[in-house]
T-cell receptor
Framework: EAQVTQNPRYLITVTGKKLTVTCSQN?????MSWYRQDPGLGLRQIYYSMNVEVTDKGDVPEGYKVSRKEKRNFPLILESPSPNQTSLYFC?????????????FGPGTRLLVL | GQQLNQSPQSMFIQEGEDVSMNCTSSSIFNTWLWYKQDPGEGPVLLIA?????ELTSNGRLTAQFGITRKDSFLNISASIPSDVGIYFC?????????FGAGTRLTVKP
């Protein structure tokens, strides 16, 4: 089954404790991205990657890192989480990055930073 | 970064009624997309629009790509309880994708 998976689905952590949210897709997609969803703000792009070893900042990259060592995986790293990073995070992938390529979203990771 | 203006923010309707929501932007896009998000799930694509003026249907859903390329609307006809959820518009220009804040739809049986 074609899908985007994220782990963990739920995470409670404390300020400053490094964490990684994994994202994996099995569709051989080149383009992957991370979004955060906050009430009243919709989805805002954090980082995206057009291919292996190619990553770029989205709208709200501060406090986040990503890596793309393999095509299928695109982990999101919070080196020193802060309470304002409490949010719902979505990973998405698409075949390419040009307009019209359908993005497939993962199920989401709900993060609470105390 | 610039977000899209999506309205209304929420709607409470009776089963069987038609629904309309729209998105506007000060920027032009070359693709408009409409997604639905169910509780605890990621957004799922409903309709994609690729050309200014394009009108596309998917079952009871109809969406249009505005002629100015700065707006789009989504209509749902004869709503049913499973239409409940949050609907997002998204505008795409090459690598740049922007989302509206969402319209939360509640359908009363």
């Amino acid at each position: 089954e074609a899908q985007v998976t994220q782990n963990p689905r739920y995470l409670i952590t404390v300020t400053g404790k490094k964490l990684t949210v994994t994202c994996s897709q099995n569709m051989n997609h080149e383009y992957m991205s991370w979004y955060r969803q906050d009430p009243g703000l919709g989805l805002r792009q954090i980082y995206y990657s057009m291919n292996v070893e190619v990553t770029d900042k989205g709208d709200v990259p501060e406090g986040y890192k990503v890596s793309r060592k393999e095509k299928r995986n695109f982990p999101l790293i919070l080196e020193s989480p802060s309470p304002n990073q409490t949010s719902l995070y979505f990973c998405a992938s698409s075949l390419g990055s040009t307009s019209g390529e359908t993005q497939y979203f993962g199920p989401g990771t709900r993060l609470l930073v105390l | 970064g610039q977000q899209l203006n999506q309205s209304p923010q929420s709607m409470f309707i009776q089963e069987g009624e038609d629904v309309s929501m729209n998105c506007t932007s000060s920027s032009i896009f070359n693709t408009w997309l409409w997604y639905k998000q169910d509780p605890g799930e990621g957004p799922v694509l409903l309709i994609a629009l690729y050309k200014a003026g394009e009108l596309t249907s998917n079952g009871r859903l109809t969406a249009q790509f505005g002629i100015t390329r700065k707006d789009s609307f989504l209509n749902i006809s004869a709503s049913i309880p499973s239409d409940v959820g949050i609907y997002f518009c998204a505008g795409q220009w090459n690598n740049d994708m922007r989302f509206g804040a969402g319209t939360r739809l509640t359908v009363k049986p």
